[in-house]
């Protein structure tokens, strides 16, 4: 009866200790008469026996831990060279883990499926935090990282730089670089960084077959991420992501707004000011505003603005959004070049020209996404999940802890071979 209640094969159960609806210590030992010597094959003697302490599952609500007394072998056979070693049974528990090998599952798909926190698992158990993260990581690099079909053939690559953590006294920033399938939003892996190595090298550890298969390749205005796909994917089209390219332009805008701001009034924005009453409204999308929202923010620039510089940097923001309204691929062409150009002017505030350098440069880029609709919108939405994973992480102190968090999360595992799996 106690074998059945206590559900692992081929045990002896010793006994069990434990105060009413307390937690509950079961104690057993293998069954298993007959070992071989893994070197030689002879019938092996026990040298003598410790007990290990593993963490379980919690039995009737109760937290459980199960003592084996595992026994230590050692060789008869004087010219055999292997000595001794310890009882080994995956059934139970994999050599090195603190935690039952049904604990060990569980525990990955708890927190990597459904996104619960260490922490919240580790009070679960009743155990250390470090027990239950270590766990995670050797049954969770397993699953992400030998599952040799989980990053399929991809159409289009997407990269993105995300803040992983703030460490320290003066938070510095650490960056990680996220690779996704943009074209069915799957967070194919994370490496450290922001600069073009790791990708680089995630990239290059593809097959041939797998590279040749990225036709598009979409980025944020950054540098080293075309650099990446210049030196690795030089076949693709790259795409600069629509979302970047406005936030840029509402940057040069907020950028002109305070030097206006400073130089007229010889301060910051205060709540009085109109520039500074006006900045929500600057940076929202024309046709959201209504006409009474658009008749403010007209007043506001003509109170604010005497040299009509912020004007023509909203006029610009505007006119870049106008070119995602443009539908075919040749009159975006054109659309660009025109814009290009009138920035180009120097009478325009040097925000408008520094914008119209930046859409020079990734012309190309820019509009290849009306030839083809890629963009790292789905990276978004993977960032959006890193987040909440963040959340109830409390920052990750570790890339590894990280990664590992992230691809369970949103990396698309197939959980159905959670329970074949060989923890790492
Ligand atoms: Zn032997």
Redesign the pocket.
Known sequence: MCELLVDLLDVDIKGVQGTHRGRVTIHFECRREVVG?P??G?LARVKDRRAVSLVDLPMNGRQTRVVWHKRRFF?P?VG?S?GSWNEVDTRIAFPRLLVTDRAGRWLTKQIGKYGRSVTEIAEELGCDWHTVNDTLLRYGEALVDDDTERVGLVKALGLDETLFVREGPYHRQHFSTQIVDVEHGQLLDVVPGRDSKGATKWIHERTCDWRFHVAYATLDLSGPYRKVFNDTLPWATQIADPFHVIKLANQKLDECRRRVQTELFGHRGRKLDPLYRARRLLTMAAERLDEKSHEKVMGLLRAGDPRGEVTACYNAKEAVRELYGVEDYELAGVFIDELIRDMNDPSWPVEVRSLGRTLKRWRDQIIAWHRAHFSNGPTESVNNLLKRVKRGAFGFRRFRNYRIRVLLYAGKPNWDLLTTITPR
């Open positions: 010597c070197e030689c002879v060789c056979d055999c292997k």
